[in-house]
């Protein structure tokens, strides 16, 4: 089995770009001891697949690699490992979407009170 780099690393290889697209193929198995192995999505259907078919925990393998799976975690999507990682450094996630530090307030625009730029005037 090949561990596949972090993508939340500053290491990772790819350009923002061509992030996003890898991220709906990459899932993340991770283990009690914190490890993260990341995966194709293919790979981790195979691993949930013989995952369902077991009852108890026991040492399988998995492509290669013996695997204990009483020590595995879960299976991740790489959006949600990444939503982990803005939470466990303090950030928060707006209403629309967006990551913000712990103290900073949205930016977004959206919201702002709309009225604000329009004449005080009534209708006549």
Not at 2 to 24: Q, T, V, Y
Not at 57 to 67: G, I, K
């Amino acid at each position: 089995m090949i561990i596949e780099p972090n993508p939340r690393s500053k290491d990772f290889p790819l350009g923002a770009n061509n992030f996003e697209g890898l991220l709906k193929n990459l899932f993340c198995i991770q283990m009690r001891s914190s490890a993260e192995i990341w995966v194709e999505k293919e790979r981790a259907q195979k691993l949930q697949t013989l995952l369902e078919g077991i009852s108890t925990h026991r040492f399988v393998l998995f492509e290669d690699e013996t695997v204990n799976t009483a020590d595995i975690v879960g299976i991740f999507s790489a959006e949600t490992m990444l939503e982990v990682a803005h939470r466990k450094n303090g950030e928060w996630k707006c209403e629309h979407g967006r990551w913000y530090g712990k103290f900073e307030k949205c930016q977004c625009g959206i919201g702002v009170d709309m009225y604000k730029n329009f004449s005080k005037q009534p209708y006549v």
